[in-house]
């Protein structure tokens, strides 16, 4: 550890995870710490709105948060760069600036917080006729080409999850279970928020939806919110193809690895998860076989005592969700702020599955709370009117706080 007058925290990345943990440690810790945080942008957006955005729902500045004002108002630096490695072991981060000048910055304590990778190079095809909405210029592509749809099959899913096997996290073994797709909740939304779409354009009648799943369609909820799920879609009137691992995007159809193909006329895909490239690049004992920092169950890595990690780019966090990344973000600060001499509890990490799928054009989001798939009993999938609301509370919330999820218990959907 270097001499300083105070203890320097580095995060990386600047979403979900890396806001919590930098907002909170700030809030925890004060003058104990001096935080910067490094994000390749500079804004930070509000993801869970992006197929509001790509349904014309809201607009892009509606989503936006500018990092280089957010930030400094609470005290905590910003540096725009591109992370190119870390070495864990030297205490240093390498990154890229805006301008292509090379630099390098170290610190005492580390709180990666950079992500999954959407590994579109993975399916051919995708440059060409891929479309999604996991990230903004996406959802702003997808906006353009539902404007001008004429009808057709709309083929709706997700990549495979190229999970880390090991070395694994240092949690219970329930906390982590094996997942064929990373998170699958944006296609359940886009299935229900298309349909609305459509119908309110009057074209419900011209589009067919077909859903597709690497694996069993949400297999991280339980039997029975499943059932529930089968039963809306043979209602709507939506087929459901489970076992499909994509591995090409044609003009108008998609084929799997099996060579089974689904005609589809427009295809939205979240793209196969992998580990971040940066982190792929770093320190090999930081990460495990699949580019995902392994971690105690206080986001320390299991090798770097001086490192943390949250989010997405944690190993235990499955399924990639933004609630558990706030989670996981939470703890790494409560946690390193009780290292910085401060007494606060820090929270026990317990995996639940909590979000809602929105269907604004018809006034309803159904709210999801399970457990089951790590051994739990809750088991909770309501569709109401209000759990609309609370998605948009959600939303303004993020914004208005600029990202600081702080009472999310409270206000946001959670
Ligand atoms: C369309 C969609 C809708 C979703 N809806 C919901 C929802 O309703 N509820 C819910 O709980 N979850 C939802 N999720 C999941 C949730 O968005 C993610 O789990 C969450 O964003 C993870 O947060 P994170 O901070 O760990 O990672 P990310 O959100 O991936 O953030 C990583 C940050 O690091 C930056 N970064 C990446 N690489 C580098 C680099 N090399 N150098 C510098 N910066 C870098 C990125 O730009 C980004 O700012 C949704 C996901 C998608 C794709």
């Known amino acids: 550890m270097r001499l300083r007058s105070m203890t320097k925290?580095?995060?990386?990345?600047?979403?979900?995870?890396?806001?919590?943990?930098?907002?909170?440690?700030?809030?925890?810790?004060?003058?104990?710490?001096?935080?910067?945080?490094?994000?390749?942008?500079?804004?930070?957006?509000?993801?869970?709105?992006?197929?509001?955005?790509?349904?014309?729902?809201?607009?892009?500045?509606?989503?936006?948060?500018?990092?280089?004002?957010?930030?400094?108002?609470k005290r905590i630096n910003f540096q725009q760069g591109t992370v190119e490695k870390i070495d864990a072991s030297g205490g240093l981060v390498y990154y890229t600036k805006?301008?292509?000048?090379?630099?390098?910055?170290?610190?005492?304590?580390l709180i990666i917080a950079l992500g999954a990778h959407l590994g579109t190079e993975l399916v051919k095809g995708w440059d060409k006729y891929?479309?999604?909405?996991?990230?903004?210029?996406?959802?702003?592509?997808?906006?353009?080409?539902?404007?001008?749809?004429?009808?057709?099959?709309?083929?709706?899913?997700?990549?495979?999850?190229?999970?880390?096997?090991?070395?694994?996290?240092?949690?219970?073994?329930?906390?982590?279970?094996?997942?064929?797709?990373?998170?699958?909740?944006?296609i359940f939304e886009m299935s229900l928020m298309l349909s609305g779409y459509f119908k309110k354009k009057g074209m419900l009648n011209k589009v067919k939806f077909v859903v597709f799943s690497p694996g069993e369609y949400l297999s991280d909820l339980s039997t029975m919110s499943r059932k529930i799920v089968r039963e809306m879609y043979k209602q709507m009137g939506i087929e459901l193809?489970?076992?499909?691992?994509?591995?090409?995007?044609?003009?108008?159809?998609?084929?799997?690895?099996?060579?089974?193909?689904?005609?589809?006329?427009?295809?939205?895909?979240?793209?196969?998860?992998?580990?971040?490239?940066?982190?792929?690049?770093?320190?090999?004992?930081l990460i495990d076989d699949g580019g995902f920092v392994p971690t105690d169950l206080n986001?320390?890595?299991?090798?770097?005592?001086?490192?943390?990690?949250?989010?997405?780019?944690?190993?235990?966090?499955?399924?990639?969700?933004?609630?558990?990344?706030?989670?996981?973000?939470?703890?790494?600060?409560?946690?390193?702020?009780?290292?910085?001499?401060?007494?606060?509890?820090?929270?026990q990490y317990y995996p639940t599955i909590i979000c809602v799928a929105d269907n604004p054009f018809e006034g309803f989001g159904i709210a999801v709370k399970d457990d089951t798939w790590y051994g739990g009993t809750t088991s909770i999938a309501a569709p109401s009117p209000i759990n609309h609301i609370k998605k948009e509370l959600f939303h303004k919330y993020f914004i208005w706080t600029k990202g600081d999820m702080a009472l999310e218990k409270f206000l946001a959907s959670w």
């Open 98 to 109: 805006p301008d292509g000048d090379k630099a390098e910055e170290d610190y005492d304590y």
């Open 241 to 285: 193809v489970d076992n499909f691992r994509i591995k090409e995007i044609r003009e108008n159809e998609i084929a799997d690895e099996a060579g089974k193909t689904i005609k589809a006329d427009l295809t939205i895909l979240i793209p196969p998860y992998t580990g971040n490239p940066a982190l792929k690049n770093s320190t090999p004992d």
């Open 299 to 347: 986001m320390v890595s299991i090798n770097y005592d001086n490192v943390y990690a949250v989010g997405d780019a944690n190993s235990l966090t499955v399924p990639k969700l933004g609630y558990l990344a706030v989670k996981t973000g939470n703890i790494a600060a409560q946690h390193l702020a009780t290292r910085l001499g401060v007494q606060v509890k820090v929270d």
């Open 130 to 186: 891929g479309y999604s909405v996991c990230e903004l210029d996406y959802a702003l592509k997808l906006r353009e080409k539902l404007k001008d749809f004429k009808g057709g099959t709309i083929a709706i899913g997700s990549g495979l999850f190229y999970q880390g096997k090991s070395p694994k996290p240092k949690v219970p073994e329930n906390y982590v279970p094996v997942a064929d797709a990373a998170c699958e909740g944006p």
């Open 9 to 73: 925290v580095l995060v990386l990345g600047a979403r979900f995870g890396g806001l919590s943990a930098a907002y909170a440690l700030k809030r925890l810790a004060g003058n104990k710490a001096e935080i910067k945080v490094i994000n390749n942008t500079r804004f930070s957006y509000f993801r869970p709105a992006l197929p509001h955005v790509a349904t014309g729902v809201i607009n892009e500045n509606d989503v936006m948060v500018d990092l280089t004002k957010a930030l400094p108002e």
